[in-house]
């Protein structure tokens, strides 16, 4: 079994006993190997508790809400592309303001798009993985971490990483989401 270990304002302390990474669900696993195929060594981690909300998240690892990267996904109004958001736990996205940044508008995208252009269910959608690159955005305050978590392609997968290496693996643009 590996255990992973969670930086929380006190120390490392150790988070729970968690499945070997060879038994990952099929969706956890091809964000493994995507996490491998960029070059980093972060390990993919199934835990026993739901995943799929921050909240949840954040309960599940013992850290805070704000160190949870939720991946959200927009449809260009106009395009009809994607667009994937990745915010800190806590913050409400302000589709308004992105829209205005990208000038071009937003619409909240259905559980079928998702799936389609990310290849995970609403809950597990990681920052990497996607059958195409994504257009991403990164919420700036997540860089205020030393480390975040994301989701990993399941909704009870998660990875930890820093916020430098979210910015590096997605090549996505930094910006107030709120």
């Known amino acids: 079994m590996n255990s992973v270990f ?29 996490i491998k195929a960029l070059g980093y060594t972060f390990t993919v981690v199934e835990l026993p508790d739901s995943t ?12 805070e809400v704000a160190q949870i990267a939720k991946s959200l996904v927009f449809r260009h109004k106009n395009s009809g592309s994607p667009l994937l958001v990745i915010a800190s736990g806590i913050n409400r996205v302000n589709e308004k303001r992105i829209a205005e940044w990208l ?6 995208a259905d559980a079928d798009y998702v799936r389609e252009h990310t290849g995970f269910v609403i809950g597990g959608v990681p920052p990497i993985g996607h059958p195409q690159p994504l257009k991403t955005l990164i919420d700036e305050d997540l860089l205020q971490y030393d480390v975040i978590w994301a989701a990993a392609g399941h909704p009870k997968a998660v990875f930890q990483l820093t916020p430098q290496a979210l910015v590096e693996m997605t090549n996505g643009a930094i910006l107030s989401v709120k």
């Open 6 to 34: 969670v930086c929380t304002k006190q120390n490392e302390i150790p988070v729970k006993e968690l499945m070997p990474i060879n038994s990952l669900k099929p969706s956890a696993q091809r964000v493994q190997d995507a």
């Open 52 to 63: 799929r909300t921050a909240a949840e998240a954040a309960a599940a690892i013992d850290c």
């Open 103 to 108: 000038q071009e508008p937003l619409e909240k």
